[in-house]
């Protein structure tokens, strides 16, 4: 990004100098990356806005307006803008990056596809890149694309939790079990807290059979989110197959507590009378 770095300046300092000398083309650009630095958007697209009609074929500033209907979700302006940037400089990957994300949030996912190739082809370590085609790629069901650009990420950026997540439930779904849940156990190395993974490793046990190891990771599922509704069901279950009515009743009024206002409220409160007339018998 062109952003520069305003040091020793404040946002009013600018300002003051730029009454004095409205005309100072260079300060006005400082005092705009200002605003956008600090989120003062449509400050910054006034300023950018008066460069332009000044400047009209500056890349830096068309490119720069693109971010702030990007940072404003108005995906349409900002693709206009960005693919103004990369008809004036089509060999720079920022540019590519940018168009090829607005283009993701409007839905055009064949389109931002080949913006993401064209990116990684000016770029090939822009993992975000890699990441953010793999799971187009994954979108569109094709999978080995998919696994490669996620192994790829990896291999730039080791610490992105979420290139090892959809790498896991790639290798999840091809059968690669242990591989699979390699990948979740590096994940949580990375970040203890990932409710997520702690879910999926544990229906992996649970589809092994493997009951114990199953409930280990279920109830690390929700010492990371309490709110998890899905595992306090699934841990109810478990617990009623080993007879245990009370452990089963106790985690479905924890998953009252902690869900107050759901959806599921009827079905957890069915669920306890079911399990105390069982109980009774």
Request: glycine letters at 2%; hydrophobic letters at 35%; proline letters at 3%.
């Given at each position: 990004?062109f952003?520069?770095?305003?040091?020793?300046?404040?946002?009013?300092?600018?300002?003051?100098?730029?009454?004095?000398?409205?005309?100072?083309?260079?300060?006005?650009k400082?005092?705009?990356?200002?605003?956008?630095?600090?989120?003062?958007?449509e400050?910054?697209?006034?300023?950018?806005?008066?460069?332009?009609?000044?400047?009209?074929?500056?890349?830096e500033?068309?490119?720069?307006?693109?971010?702030?209907?990007?940072?404003?979700?108005?995906?349409?302006?900002?693709?206009?803008?960005?693919?103004?940037?990369?008809?004036?400089?089509?060999?720079d990957?920022?540019?590519?990056?940018?168009?090829?994300?607005?283009?993701?949030?409007?839905?055009?996912?064949?389109?931002?596809?080949?913006?993401?190739?064209?990116?990684?082809?000016?770029?090939?370590e822009?993992?975000?890149?890699?990441?953010n085609?793999?799971?187009l790629?994954?979108?569109?069901?094709?999978f080995e694309?998919?696994?490669?650009h996620?192994?790829?990420?990896?291999?730039?950026?080791?610490?992105?939790?979420?290139?090892?997540?959809?790498?896991?439930?790639?290798?999840?779904?091809?059968?690669?079990?242990?591989?699979s849940?390699?990948?979740?156990?590096?994940?949580?190395?990375?970040?203890?807290?990932?409710?997520?993974?702690?879910?999926?490793?544990?229906?992996?046990?649970?589809?092994?059979?493997k009951?114990?190891?199953?409930?280990?990771?279920?109830?690390?599922?929700?010492?990371?989110?309490?709110k998890?509704i899905?595992?306090?069901?699934i841990?109810?279950?478990?617990a009623?197959?080993?007879?245990?009515?009370?452990?089963?009743?106790?985690?479905?009024?924890?998953?009252?507590?902690?869900?107050?206002?759901?959806?599921?409220?009827?079905?957890?409160t069915?669920?306890?009378?079911?399990?105390?007339?069982?109980l009774?018998?």
């Amino acid at each position: 990004m062109f952003m520069t770095k305003i040091k020793n300046s404040t946002i009013k300092e600018l300002e003051q100098k730029l009454e004095q000398n409205p005309s100072d083309f260079k300060l006005r650009k400082l005092y705009a990356e200002a605003l956008l630095d600090n989120g003062f958007l449509e400050d910054a697209l006034n300023q950018y806005k008066k460069l332009l009609k000044i400047f009209p074929d500056s890349v830096e500033i068309i490119f720069n307006i693109g971010i702030i209907f990007e940072k404003q979700n108005k995906f349409e302006e900002a693709k206009t803008y960005f693919e103004k940037a990369v008809s004036l400089s089509p060999e720079d990957p920022d540019f590519r990056y940018n168009l090829a994300f607005v283009l993701d949030k409007k839905g055009e996912i064949d389109e931002a596809i080949k913006e993401y190739q064209k990116t990684l082809e000016l770029n090939p370590e822009d993992s975000n890149a890699h990441f953010n085609l793999g799971y187009l790629y994954k979108v569109k069901n094709k999978f080995e694309l998919a696994k490669k650009h996620f192994e790829i990420t990896l291999q730039i950026n080791p610490q992105d939790i979420y290139a090892r997540f959809n790498l896991a439930c790639e290798y999840k779904r091809e059968g690669k079990i242990e591989k699979s849940l390699q990948e979740y156990k590096e994940l949580l190395k990375i970040s203890p807290d990932y409710s997520w993974a702690y879910f999926n490793i544990g229906c992996i046990y649970y589809e092994q059979d493997k009951l114990d190891q199953a409930m280990e990771y279920f109830t690390k599922t929700i010492e990371a989110n309490p709110k998890d509704i899905e595992v306090y069901k699934i841990m109810s279950y478990l617990a009623l197959n080993k007879d245990n009515y009370k452990q089963a009743i106790d985690y479905l009024k924890t998953a009252l507590l902690q869900n107050p206002e759901s959806d599921d409220f009827k079905y957890l409160t069915s669920k306890i009378e079911e399990i105390k007339k069982l109980l009774k018998k």
